[in-house]
Every structure is written in C-alpha cells, then in structure tokens.
C-alpha cells in the first residue's frame, strides 16, 4: 500500500523559514518523480514544486520560486520542501504527490499524503 | 501561465441525477488533463488522467471527454458518495501546472 506521510508543519512568523518532509513507502521511491501541491484554508489547489526521480529535472511555481528549495533522498525514500522567507500567503496545507512517472513534466498524481500545514503568522 | 476556467463553481444535485463540469483552458493543451475528487479533510483522489483515462479502481460512471481547449467530466448517476468537490488540473506546461478552481457538488 503506498503511503506518504507530511510532517514539519507548524507555526512560523513572517520572513522565517521551515523544511517539509514526506516519507514515501509501499512503492519504489526512486521510479518516480514527487510534487508539493499546496491548498490554503478554504482555497483550491496550487501546484509549488516537482523533482524527477533521480533530482535531475527541478521546477517551482513563480509565487514560490527562489524562496523554496525542493530535495528528495532517494535512499531515504524522503521528499522535503525547504520554505525561507516564508509570506502570510504561504499559509496553506502542503501536500506531497507521487507523479504517475520517472519524470516531473506532464505527469499526473495518483497518490496523495494527508498534508501538513503551515500557518505564517505573527 | 495557462489559466484553467472551471464552471460552475458549485452545483446542487441529487442520488440518480446526471451532472456535468467543465474546464477550459487559456491556450491548447492536448489531453493533458487530469479530473480529481476531494472531499471535506480528506486528500484529493485522482479520477480521471489524460483527459478521458479512467484511473484504475474509479467507478464508470465518471467519465471524461475532451481535448485541446474544452473538457468535461461527466458523472452519469449520482451516488451519495460522489458529494464532494471536483478539481481539474492542465499537465501540458511544465513547470507551472495549474487547477481549476474546484466545483462544490452538494445535495439538492
């Protein structure tokens, strides 16, 4: 059975900083690319990062790009989102998606971890 | 960014009935279009993949149809547990794959 598992989330004031992390199990993590897709309270979907399988191909939304930093250890079967300069809008439950292939472009998600929010606030 | 327009944003329907939701994209993007289910605390749970793909274990009575700009997901006889709320998502541009913004299916 697959299993991804958010954990890291928390309370953090404006401009600070916080690392998501995801523990995969029941597949092969190295197979596949991940994705962080994050939903603010009450709000719909957002895509923020993607990483392939072996790290090689890296992509962010614009709203997050050269804040966070995506990273994944495949011997550790771990995902993780390092979040600096962290806004309000960044207030959200994050989610981490296992894509349906190797690569992080034009794949769908077809497992779902239960998320782990993160609240900005001061 | 390719926008996604999803319509409507809510829709009240009851057991038995045939609902449709619709997404549009700003510009042409193939099949590369995925349907998911999200109900209220829970994840969201992929439907339906390049634009009519039914994911493995998802009843038939959700399907899919579409391509280039205009898709449907069409859900042909309401069960209670199809209440919940409908997200489309383009995976043709990447990095930068966007949502629809979600339709509420709630019990008329």
């Known amino acids: 059975e697959v299993q991804l598992v958010e954990s890291g989330g928390g309370l953090v004031q404006p401009g600070r900083s916080l690392r998501l ?59 993780y989102l390092q979040m600096n300069s962290l806004r309000a809008e960044d207030t959200a439950l994050y989610y981490c998606a296992k894509a349906v292939g190797a ?20 | 960014a390719i926008r996604i327009t999803q319509s409507p944003s809510s829709l009240s329907a009851s057991t038995g009935d045939r609902v449709t939701i619709t997404c549009r994209a700003s510009q042409g993007i193939s099949s590369y279009l995925a ?10 749970k992929l439907l339906i ?44 541009s990447y990095p930068g794959y966007t949502f629809g913004q979600g339709t509420k299916l709630e019990i008329k």
């Open chain 2, 35 to 44: 349907w998911y289910q999200q109900k209220p605390g829970k994840a969201p």
């Open chain 1, 21 to 79: 992390s995801c523990a995969a199990s029941g597949f092969t993590f190295d197979d596949y690319a991940m994705h962080w897709v994050r939903q603010a309270p009450g709000k719909g979907l957002e895509w923020v990062s993607g990483i392939s399988w072996n790290s090689g191909s890296i992509g962010y939304a614009d709203s997050v790009k050269g804040r966070f930093t995506i990273s994944r250890d495949n011997a550790k079967n771990s995902l």
């Open chain 2, 49 to 92: 993949y390049a634009a009519s793909t039914l994911q493995s274990g998802v009843p038939s009575r959700f399907s899919g149809s579409g391509s280039g700009t205009d898709f449907t997901l069409t859900i042909s006889c309401l069960q209670s547990e199809d209440f919940a709320t409908y997200y489309c998502q383009q995976y043709y």
């Open chain 1, 103 to 122: 690569a992080a472009g034009t794949v769908t998600f077809d497992y779902w971890g239960q998320g782990t929010l993160v609240t900005v606030s001061s």
